[in-house]
């Protein structure tokens, strides 16, 4: 696209003819013609001026906005990875927590089946002795004989 500047240049007339010059050749109006434009071209390079004064604005005004949003993402995204943390800190913490009560129950059962075989084997232990007295008195039978039974 071409500048003002070089619309302008473009634009000057090299030499237009106008009415005759006495002697029949035509007046050169481009001096003219140049004067008439001045204006309108220096118009333009206002208005270009401030084209180029919007369109730097709206270029600072859009990174401050792509800024603005960066850190607006960066804070949600700071935000959600806080809430993970503590939504890991609460699982973790349910976890030891059953965990925990898992293992005392665990325990509980198992000191109730520890008490139920030692009562078991507290009562089986007098029908073990005796059994054993029995065996031993058998054999002490067999090894004194019967004629020795009587005597005592």
């Known amino acids: 696209?071409?500048?003002?500047?070089?619309?302008?240049?473009?634009?000057?007339?090299?030499?237009?003819?106008?009415?005759?010059?006495?002697?029949?050749?035509?007046?050169?109006?481009s001096a003219e013609f140049a004067a008439e434009l001045e204006a309108p071209l220096a118009q333009l390079d206002v208005i270009a001026a401030e084209a180029d004064r919007i369109r730097a604005t709206a270029v600072r005004e859009a990174?401050?906005?792509?800024?603005?949003?960066?850190?607006?993402?960066?804070?949600?995204?700071?935000?959600?990875?806080?809430?993970?943390?503590?939504?890991?800190?609460?699982?973790?913490?349910?976890i030891r927590r059953e965990a925990a009560a898992e293992a005392a129950r665990t325990e509980a059962a198992s000191r109730r089946t520890v008490e139920r075989l030692r009562e078991r084997e507290v009562e089986r232990i007098p029908a073990f002795v005796a059994r054993i007295v029995a065996q031993v008195t058998g054999e002490l039978t067999v090894v004194q004989g019967p004629e020795r039974r009587g005597s005592d």
């Open 1 to 29: 696209m071409l500048g003002f500047r070089e619309f302008r240049i473009r634009l000057r007339p090299a030499g237009s003819p106008g009415p005759a010059a006495p002697g029949g050749v035509p007046a050169d109006r």
């Open 63 to 94: 990174a401050a906005r792509r800024r603005a949003a960066a850190l607006r993402a960066e804070g949600v995204v700071r935000a959600a990875r806080e809430q993970a943390l503590e939504v890991r800190g609460e699982t973790a913490s349910r």
